[in-house]
C-alpha cells in the first residue's frame, strides 16, 4: 500500500465498465470481419479454423488467447483438424510474442470448465501469457490487481504487425 494515495489510471476499461453487456459468446464468429468494434481491435490473426484475440483482461501485456471458431468448451470435442491448427497457432504466437517482446517465459494453457478457472467456459480458449522476471509485484499480491503498461489495442496493433512479419 502506498501512502500518497496517488490514483492508478486504466482508462481503457471504463468504456466497458459502461456499456451494456452483450449476451452470448464475444468468441463466436470471429472469422468474420464487422464483429463489435473492440473485438475486431484485437484480433491479431485469422485462421480457417481458429483465431488469435488479445484477452481484455490480461495478466500481462500481450496476453493472447487462440480460439477456436466452433463453439465447443471441451477440448474432447475439437475435430483433430481444429485441434492440431490450435496448437500450431499457439506456436506461431509465441514466437511472435518472443520477437516482439522479449518475455523470459510463458503461462499456456487451457482452463477447461468454470471450476478451473474459465471465465468463457463454455467456448474452448487457449492462454499464451508472455511472463517477465519480477512480473508479479505488490499490486497483484495485496490487491489483486494487475498493472499493464500499454493500451490493448496499441498491443492489439503491435502483435498484428508482427503477425504480418513472421
Known amino acids: ?4 494515495n496517488r490514483p492508478l489510471w486504466a482508462p481503457w476499461r471504463i468504456e466497458f465498465i459502461r456499456s451494456e453487456k452483450e449476451s452470448g ?3 463466436c464468429d470471429n472469422h468474420k470481419e464487422g464483429n463489435s ?3 475486431d481491435e484485437l484480433i491479431v490473426a485469422r485462421y480457417s479454423l481458429c483465431f488469435v484475440i488479445l484477452n481484455r483482461y490480461p ?3 500481450g496476453h493472447l488467447l487462440v480460439a477456436p471458431y466452433r463453439h ?5 470435442l475439437l475435430e483433430k483438424e481444429e485441434l492440431y491448427q490450435v496448437m500450431d497457432v499457439c506456436v506461431d504466437a509465441k514466437n511472435v510474442l518472443q520477437k516482439l517482446m522479449s518475455p523470459a517465459a510463458y503461462n499456456i494453457g487451457f482452463n ?3 471450476a478451473a478457472g474459465a471465465g468463457v467456459a463454455e467456448h474452448l480458449h487457449m492462454h499464451i501469457v508472455p ?3 519480477g512480473d508479479t509485484n505488490f499490486m497483484s499480491v495485496l490487491s489483486d490487481t494487475r498493472v499493464v503498461p500499454e493500451a490493448l489495442v ?3 496493433e503491435l502483435i498484428r504487425g508482427a503477425w504480418k512479419k513472421s
Open 59 to 61: 495478466y500481462n501485456s
Open 72 to 76: 465447443v468448451g471441451d477440448i474432447a
Open 154 to 156: 496499441k498491443t492489439a
Open 25 to 27: 459468446c464475444f468468441l
Open 112 to 114: 477447461l470448465g468454470a
Open 131 to 133: 511472463r517477465w522476471n
Open 37 to 39: 468494434p473492440l473485438e
Open 1 to 4: 500500500m502506498t501512502t500518497d
